[in-house]
């Protein structure tokens, strides 16, 4: 019954803008806290940011200042606002939720490249 669905990835140019979605279901969206990550190839995967429940978040050093973390719990959707891109930005990203810092939930991905 849970899914977290992602959208929004693709391709873009060094320095262009991209905002990836996720939408829940199966959960009582206020209470979780949901996350990014990234696994670039050859790479482990990465968090790139998370949000907890009540708005608190918190961002790699590679992303800070260039990407935004935010939540619409009337929507059941988080978002993930980046700007400013790199190439080393390129990567599946995936959405993530769980009740703590752990992530018990997690989606199917979605691709972004960012051409140099």
């Known amino acids: 019954q849970v899914q977290l669905v992602e959208s929004g990835g693709g391709p873009v140019q060094a320095g262009g803008s991209l905002r990836l979605s996720c939408v829940a279901s199966g959960i009582r969206f206020n209470s979780y806290h949901m996350g990014w990550y990234r696994q670039a190839p050859d790479k482990q995967r990465e968090l790139v940011a998370r949000?907890?429940?009540?708005?608190?978040?918190t961002y790699a050093d590679s992303v800070k200042g260039r990407f935004t973390i935010s939540r619409d719990n009337t929507k059941n959707t988080v978002y993930l606002q980046m700007n400013s891109l790199k190439p080393e930005d390129t990567a599946v990203y995936y959405c993530?939720?769980?009740?703590?810092?752990?992530?018990?939930?997690w989606g199917q991905g979605t691709q972004v490249t960012v051409s140099s």
């Open positions: 993530a939720a769980g009740r703590s810092v752990d992530m018990g939930y």
């Open positions: 949000i907890t429940n009540i708005g608190i978040t």
